[in-house]
């Protein structure tokens, strides 16, 4: 079934801002919007932002998302070590009935 | 907070059937949606289908004639069943509320 489409790698320099998109239709992030998901090597994926722009409990501030028409963004401020991960967008498709991820975009804080 | 641990076999032969329990620690286990997400090694997520506060299942339709999700809301424990697998389901499996929290993950192979 169709998916959420992300650049696959995005490198950025410490203390940097980092804008991670992820597109998809209008039944999926055009109609709700996304979620965001981030996944250190070997741990499962943490849940840091959903529907516009809610962070959960102990989410750094520095990361922000977006919503414009189909496409969703995750804007992450004053790049750290730490923020090195993949990153996963995530929407449920209302016309499909089931979430659908993107790819995945594999951030490099460089 | 709601904390969710996971366990079951993680060597399979094909054609045997996958089968995955979650408990549910803390949080109103009838309150929410209980979820099965899979990742093939080095791989991006697949969503594989829920369960409802209302019983009800809403399944991945590539994985549906093979999927079954059921709790046991005495035991506060949810389950995935996946059928006839085939080295294409080797993946880790996790369980999740929705998308929000999640297991610890379990890596599944599927070999002869």
């Known amino acids: 079934q169709a998916g959420l489409t992300q650049p696959p790698s995005v490198s950025k320099g410490l203390r940097q801002t980092a804008t991670l998109t992820c597109t998809g239709n209008?039944?999926?992030?055009?109609?709700?919007?996304a979620a965001w998901l981030q996944q250190h090597q070997g741990h499962p994926p943490k849940l840091v932002s959903y529907?516009?722009?809610n962070r959960p409990s102990g989410i750094s501030e520095r990361l922000s998302s977006s919503r414009s028409g189909n496409t969703a963004s995750l804007t992450i401020t004053g790049l750290q070590p730490e923020d090195e991960a993949d990153y996963y967008c995530?929407?449920?498709?209302?016309?499909?009935?089931?979430?659908?991820f993107g790819g995945g975009t594999k951030l490099t804080v460089l | 907070q709601v904390q969710l641990q996971q366990w079951g076999a993680g060597l399979l032969k094909p054609s045997e059937t996958l089968s995955l329990t979650c408990a549910v620690y803390?949080?109103?286990?009838?309150?929410?949606?209980w979820t099965w997400i899979r990742q093939p090694p080095g791989k991006g997520l697949e969503w594989i289908g829920e369960?409802?506060?209302?019983?009800?299942?809403n399944y991945n339709p590539s994985l549906k004639s093979r999927v079954t999700i059921s709790v046991d809301t005495s035991k506060n424990q949810f389950s995935l069943n996946l059928s006839a697998v085939t080295a294409a389901d080797t993946a880790v499996y996790y369980c999740?509320?929705?998308?929000?929290?999640w297991g610890q993950g379990a890596l599944v192979t599927v070999s002869s």
């Open positions: 369960i409802t506060p209302s019983g009800s299942t």
């Open positions: 209008s039944n999926n992030v055009g109609n709700q919007g």
């Open positions: 999740a509320s929705g998308i929000v929290v």
């Open positions: 803390g949080g109103s286990f009838s309150a929410y949606y």
């Open positions: 529907r516009n722009n």
């Open positions: 995530s929407a449920w498709d209302s016309s499909l009935r089931l979430w659908v």
